[in-house]
């Protein structure tokens, strides 16, 4: 694969006062024509999540056409698995509805923070403002996944609805503070609610040094299942990788294959990171976070034929 970097798109600096930092796990949702809504998670200056988003034309994607006045999901209410944050994962439409799949966090005392899965609603002719269906998460801490659990891609297929997501496999002691290890799981649902985990390893840690996998994205072409993802280790920052499966459930990972590279200066110079890839009039996208789990904003690429 050949990615040809657009640029990057977006980067939180105060616009509003939910969106002081960090422009990250940016998911894309289709308006009309070549207008898109990119939904991403900023920070306020208590360091809280919110779930905002802008619209750009994607002939033209540097030009911002608009900028979320308020957000579309807050952090949820005090003792709740997202008190102190939402950030989006995955969109998807349905019989007139957006279903957002998101990540609930809170803050934690013998590790910095804990995350669960998320579910929120909304019309998807209304305006992007997502109510939760639950006060608690759909996927959490339970014996299929212990430490924690985040990052859903959801892709519905006939009757089964197929997760693919993040699940912690525990922490280290780091020099400043506890650092988790994380790879990819698997589960499988009848309704896209009630979720079935069953501890299904679908991306494990391949290289020496590798401790946390994140962030997956799934396309299907033809009888081939292609998946994104973004992975680094104590010492390197986050870097795009891919892997392929016949059935969605076995995968071999072919990350020489991917081809975005960190650029040599920049923006994306340390982190290459959540990467969604998505169509559009024939075209292969990708949206991706840069240096500091997106704290220097997200960007675009386009694949190359």
């Known amino acids: 694969m050949r990615w040809t970097k657009l640029g990057r798109i977006f980067n939180s600096n105060g616009q509003q006062s939910w969106m002081v930092s960090h422009a990250s796990v940016p998911t894309p949702e289709h ?4 207008l898109f809504r990119i939904y991403f998670s900023s920070r306020d ?3 809280r999540s919110y779930i905002g988003y802008i619209v750009i034309n994607l002939s033209k994607p540097q030009d911002i ?5 308020k957000p579309a999901l807050e952090p949820g209410a005090l003792g709740a698995f997202d008190d102190s944050g939402a950030m989006c994962s995955w969109l998807l439409r349905r019989n007139g509805e957006r279903i957002l799949y998101y990540i609930g966090w809170t803050l934690g005392i013998t590790v910095p923070w804990s995350t669960a899965i998320g579910i929120a609603y909304c019309s998807s002719t209304g305006p992007p403002v997502f109510e939760r269906r639950f006060n608690g998460p759909i996927i959490g801490r ?3 996944d212990p430490f924690f659990a985040a990052g859903p891609f959801v892709l519905e297929e006939g009757a089964i609805w197929r997760m693919w997501y993040l699940s912690g496999i525990g922490w280290a ?3 400043k503070a506890p650092v988790p290890r994380y790879n990819l799981r ?5 309704d896209g609610v009630g979720w079935q985990t069953t501890g299904r390893v679908c991306i494990d840690h391949k290289y020496p040094g590798e401790v946390a996998i994140a962030r997956p994205c799934v396309i299907k072409d033809k009888d081939i299942y292609r998946m994104w993802f973004c992975y680094r280790g104590d010492d390197f920052g986050y870097k795009i ?5 016949f059935d969605g459930v076995t995968w071999e990972r072919m990350d020489h294959q991917e081809g975005l590279e960190h650029s040599e200066s920049g923006w994306d110079s340390e982190m290459t990171a959540y990467p969604c890839v998505f169509d559009h009039k024939g075209e292969r996208y990708m949206l991706y976070c840069g240096n500091d789990y997106g704290a220097t904003g997200f960007g ?4 190359q034929q």
């Open 173 to 175: 002691q780091g020099p």
């Open 45 to 47: 200056v208590r360091n």
């Open 142 to 144: 339970s014996i299929c």
């Open 31 to 34: 308006i009309r024509d070549d």
């Open 241 to 245: 990788g891919y892997a392929e499966s």
């Open 65 to 69: 056409l608009e900028i979320s006045e």
């Open 300 to 303: 675009l690429a386009v694949l």
């Open 186 to 190: 698997y589960a499988e649902s009848q």
